[in-house]
């Protein structure tokens, strides 16, 4: 495979990803000026980023990972605004499985859907001929565990933390911890966890070393998505960290089981899976929930040649349209101006708008790039609003 060219969009990570999400959006034009089609994958801040930037140029997105869903706001968060924000933008939905793509038709996307699998399956199977078999030798039972959500920070690192110094204490289990590249996580997990007999703390790893050390292991406790769906692959039992799951395939699948952060809860199916060789057995058979490592193929066919080429011509001629019919409009100093629509009241004053999003709130400048008003006549005015799926039309000027 060919290099690709990269650029450097100068947005390293912000404690408020929302404020990464604005850098992102910004930086990203010059890069994609010339762009007839904007990829993103999964739904971290830079992918919500560059979905709202080639939308605000008028340029369509798809999206790699589409429909995943832990019904839950705050479980993941920011991540499931993410998701359903960039879900939202989208012309071509690349969903990894049944499932996904259902909930996608549930919410009534206007994009086009297909079920590919997932490209992190493809890049484990390419990987897979790089490992080497698993070493047995040793009689301690082997756990390989990663935490770093952001709904985790705090009480739920410091309760994970408290369980596995009683594991190890079990005196038959060796703890392998990876630590993550987030130093805010990394000192807390070095805090907690140094010094503690039986448990290795270790320095984040590359692709291919964490999938090996995934396949050395008896057990695997994470709350990491992309291990979720490389587990069932490499026939590891999994247990997730967390309250929530986006990939409730491999729960249906038997190789994944859901324990979230409670330390009795995860003490006792840890106890449980290592004191059953059968029980361990059973969550260790190989399957393929999330794909069969061939999505990139089925993707890169559906962009070039198949019928995703006549939803991006249909969603170029829409923008072309919406944009032609735009006229910018500006509030004088002072002015107040309300509008209410689908129960969501938006207050514009003296120059700014303060949106209640959901549980979030915005406040940005009237005429910013990606979050502003627009008047295409005396009846009706546009408020863009990047992360409420695009646009959203509220009739009637108050």
């Known amino acids: ?25 910004r930086a990203i034009g010059p ?15 830079t992918a919500v980023g560059g979905a709202l930037g080639a939308a605000q140029a008028g340029i369509p997105v798809a999206h790699v990972e589409a429909g995943l869903r832990s019904h839950d706001r705050l479980n993941p968060c920011p991540e499931e605004d993410f998701r359903k924000a960039i879900d939202g933008l989208a012309a071509l939905l690349f969903a990894p499985t049944e499932l996904s793509a259902a909930n996608l038709r549930r919410e009534a996307v206007s994009g086009q859907i297909e079920v590919t699998g997932n490209t992190g399956i493809d890049a484990l199977v390419e990987r897979l001929p790089l ?35 009683q594991i190890a204490g079990r005196g038959d289990v060796r703890i392998s911890f990876v630590l993550h590249p987030n130093p805010r996580v990394a000192d807390d997990m070095r805090r907690l ?61 038997g190789d994944l089981k859901l324990v979230g952060r409670d330390p009795d809860r995860i003490r006792e199916t840890v106890g449980a899976l290592l004191d059953n060789p059968a029980a361990l057995a059973s969550m260790s058979r190989p399957s393929f ?6 999505a990139s193929q089925r993707i890169a066919a559906s962009i070039e040649t198949g019928s995703g080429g006549t939803n991006l011509d249909r969603h170029r001629s829409c923008r072309r349209q919406d944009q032609s019919s735009r006229r910018s409009s500006s509030l004088p100093e002072g002015s107040r101006l309300q509008f209410v629509a689908r129960g969501v009241v938006i207050e514009l004053e003296a120059g700014r708008v303060r949106i209640p999003l959901q549980l979030v709130e915005i406040d940005v400048e009237v005429g910013d790039p990606l979050f502003g008003v627009e008047v295409h006549d005396d009846r009706e005015i546009v408020l863009r609003c990047g992360l409420a799926h695009s646009r959203l039309i509220y009739g009637g000027r108050h």
């Open 31 to 45: 890069a994609i000026d010339e762009a007839r089609l904007v990829i993103v994958q999964g739904d971290t801040s």
């Open 193 to 253: 966890l140094g010094g503690v007999s039986d448990i290795q703390l270790r320095d984040p790893c590359s692709h291919l070393e964490m999938l090996q050390a995934m396949l050395d292991s008896d057990l695997v406790l994470s709350d990491s998505g992309g291990m979720q769906e490389e587990a069932p692959t490499l026939g590891v039992p999994l247990l997730i960290l967390r309250d929530r799951t986006e990939r409730p395939e491999g729960i249906a699948s």
């Open 131 to 165: 490992l080497r078999m698993r070493n047995v030798e040793g009689h301690q039972r082997r756990l390989l565990v990663t935490c770093h959500r952001r709904e985790s920070w705090g009480e739920g690192l410091e309760a994970i933390a408290s369980c596995l110094r």
């Open 1 to 25: 495979m060919p290099l690709l060219p990269t650029v450097e969009l100068g947005c390293p990570g912000r404690p408020d990803p929302q404020l990464h999400v604005r850098d992102v959006a």
């Open 289 to 294: 929930p999330y794909g069969d490592g061939r």
